[in-house]
């Protein structure tokens, strides 16, 4: 465990889902080692007292935390309540002599507010360059600091940014830009959340059983874990192998059957499986439980104790008589809509 000071740190969540990006963030920290405190939670912004690199690495990582900073202070979301608070912050602990700092102010239910949002931002530049006795800059486009204030709702929490989620970065894996593209491809985000759900750790050995295209391989390998692939299909795997030579990420793949996979090491820290279930992709004859059952049981034989197992199934294939009791403890359950006929579990597992 990371024994560095904690700060109260802010998140902006995703307003994707209820549970996951919260999920999603606290399991990130638990794989890096960080320990923390969650301290409060409304809608899309949670705070919790942690190491800020912690709060900084976890929201590089995931798909579903859109930004972290520092809550330096918290007052009412009104104008007098926010300068009255930020005349009693010395900011020469975030700012030096001649650095350029930016100030930015975000509404996230996009409410009205009693003070025009650009003009606050001004005061507020105002009040900092005077604390910090005019040896400042200020500059909004390459700030060496920039301070993040948060409207939500009558709240206003206010701090030096962290880290801002690259959403380019997703895009550009997205299924259009790859050279092998099938329907049953997951989004990139939600490959990284089961990926981050299984608490996957950058140098560790992940597995992904039925790695299709290849979509959670890419973000496995993204996050610096060493990334195998299995799947039953030589056509998927071949494909898979092109998307991953497209994003220059070294490949790990073998055509092999989930049920009885070939790996025969306890080497396996983390897997996350995106099983077929017989819509757009097919699980060659079997029935989906029994071919969930059968993996599960193998899965147990590779995983290493305390390691974690992420997978995403639709709600009617998924009943908790699937699970082997005697390997694994089901961690957390989240459910997920994707569109009109179809819902998906995402259920973590933990080895015993
Ligand atoms: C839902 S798709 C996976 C999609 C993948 N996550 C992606 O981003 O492209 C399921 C994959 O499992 C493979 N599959 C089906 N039965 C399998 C089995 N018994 N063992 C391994 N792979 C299997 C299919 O060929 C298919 O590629």
């Given at each position: 465990m990371n024994r560095a000071e904690t700060e109260l740190c802010l998140f902006i969540l995703s307003g994707e889902h209820n549970?996951?990006?919260?999920?999603?963030?606290?399991?990130?920290?638990?794989?890096?080692?960080f320990g923390y405190s969650i301290q409060s939670?409304?809608?899309?912004?949670?705070?919790?007292?942690?190491d800020s690199e912690g709060a900084r690495i976890a929201t590089l990582r995931a798909g579903l935390v859109n930004h972290a900073s520092v809550v330096a202070f918290e007052s009412r979301s009104e104008e007098l309540a926010i300068l009255d608070s930020l005349q009693k912050i010395d900011f020469s602990k975030w700012v030096q002599p001649n650095d350029r700092f930016g100030v930015k102010v975000t509404r996230i239910q996009r409410e009205p507010t009693e003070f025009d949002v650009d003009e606050l931002q001004s005061k507020i530049g105002s009040v900092?360059?005077?604390?910090?006795?005019?040896q400042v800059e200020i500059s909004l486009t390459a700030p060496d600091t920039l301070?993040?204030?948060?409207?939500?709702?009558?709240?206003?929490?206010?701090?030096?940014?962290?880290?801002?989620?690259?959403?380019?970065?997703?895009?550009?894996?997205?299924?259009?830009?790859?050279?092998?593209?099938?329907?049953?491809?997951?989004?990139?985000?939600?490959?990284r959340v089961l990926v981050n759900l299984s608490r996957a750790r950058p140098g560790s050995h992940f597995l992904d059983p039925f790695c299709g295209t290849g979509g959670l391989l890419l973000e496995a390998a993204e996050i610096g874990c060493i990334a195998v692939g299995l799947d039953i299909d030589s056509t998927m795997l071949t494909g898979s192998q092109k998307n991953l030579d497209h994003f220059k990420?070294?490949?790990?793949?073998?055509?092999a059957d989930a049920r009885t996979?070939?790996?025969?090491?306890?080497?396996?820290?983390?897997?996350?499986a995106d099983p077929p279930y017989g819509?757009?992709?097919?699980?060659?004859?079997?029935?989906?439980?029994?071919?969930?059952e059968k993996s599960l049981a193998s899965f147990a034989k590779i995983l290493k104790p305390g390691g974690y197992l992420c997978i995403a199934l639709p709600l009617e294939y998924f009943s908790?008589?699937?699970?082997?009791?005697?390997?694994?403890?089901?961690?957390?359950?989240?459910?997920?809509?994707?569109?009109?006929?179809?819902?998906?579990?995402?259920?973590?597992?933990?080895?015993k």
């Open positions: 549970t996951l990006p919260q999920a999603e963030l606290c399991a990130i920290l638990e794989s890096e080692g939670r409304d809608k899309r912004i949670l705070t919790m007292e942690v900092i360059w005077e604390n910090l006795n005019g301070f993040l204030g948060v409207v939500n709702g009558n709240q206003f929490l206010f701090g030096p940014h962290l880290a801002s989620r690259d959403r380019r970065a997703f895009s550009k894996r997205r299924s259009p830009f790859r050279p092998f593209f099938v329907p049953s491809a997951i989004h990139p985000k939600i490959a990420v070294p490949f790990y793949g073998c055509l996979s070939p790996i025969r090491t306890k080497g396996i820290e983390a897997i996350a819509r757009s992709s097919s699980t060659k004859g079997d029935a989906v439980s029994s071919l969930i908790e008589d699937m699970i082997p009791s005697e390997s694994f403890n089901i961690k957390e359950r989240h459910t997920m809509r994707i569109h009109r006929s179809l819902r998906r579990h995402f259920i973590v597992l933990e080895k």
